[in-house]
């Protein structure tokens, strides 16, 4: 995690890297699944920032699943770009963490994708949702409080389609 204010009222910055020579496809571009890659070493950043991270099943037997994704490539990046994963959490109950992220230039500061995520706090004995500890809870909700004022991207919680006329036949 490189953010150092967790209940700033600004995103958080997850992850900073450069895009790899193994993450290029034949298009010359970053493959989609490795967008996934650098989406989850943003969760792992925010997730070790707020104690649910690398060290938290040994350190108290639970941990998070994803739940469910969405993913937007807006713009190519390419190989050897400077990028940073900005974070924010959207909402959060007693058992899940719904979170945006954005890859973004890190020189030129342009969107090259997004990642909307829901995680679900697990019991790792049981393998079973449970609820976040306490202290854990009080992070996520008070970060949630923080970046309550920030507006909401507009492609959080939107749903994939051909989008056609109404009058226009497939």
């Known amino acids: 995690?490189?953010?150092?204010?967790?209940?700033?009222?600004?995103?958080?910055?997850?992850?900073r890297g450069h895009i790899a020579p193994e993450?290029?496809?034949?298009?010359?571009?970053?493959?989609?699944?490795?967008y996934i890659v650098a989406f989850n070493l943003?969760?792992?950043?925010?997730?070790d920032a707020v104690g649910l991270g690398r060290t938290y099943p040994?350190?108290?037997?639970?941990?998070?699943?994803?739940?469910?994704?969405?993913?937007?490539?807006?713009?190519?990046?390419?190989?050897?770009?400077?990028?940073?994963?900005?974070?924010?959490?959207?909402d959060c109950d007693s058992k899940r963490i719904h979170m945006y992220h954005e890859m973004r230039h890190a020189d030129e500061g342009w969107l090259a994708a997004t990642n909307e995520i829901i995680t679900m706090?697990?019991?790792?004995?049981?393998r079973r949702s449970a609820p976040f500890p306490d202290d854990i809870f009080k992070t996520l909700d008070g970060i949630r409080r923080a970046q309550a004022n920030l507006p909401i991207p507009s492609g959080v919680g939107r749903t994939?389609?051909?989008?056609?006329?109404?009058?226009?036949?497939?």
Do not use: K
């Not at 706090?121 to 049981?126: K, Q, Y």
């Open 58 to 90: 040994a350190r108290r037997g639970g941990s998070t699943f994803a739940l469910e994704m969405h993913a937007t490539y807006d713009r190519e990046i390419h190989l050897n770009d400077p990028f940073e994963l900005h974070t924010r959490v959207l």
């Open 23 to 34: 993450w290029i496809d034949f298009n010359g571009h970053v493959n989609v699944g490795y």
């Open 1 to 15: 995690m490189i953010s150092t204010d967790l209940f700033g009222p600004d995103m958080l910055i997850s992850y």
């Open 42 to 47: 943003g969760s792992l950043g925010f997730l």
């Open 121 to 126: 706090h697990i019991n790792m004995e049981t």
């Open 160 to 170: 994939i389609a051909i989008r056609r006329p109404r009058h226009a036949a497939p």
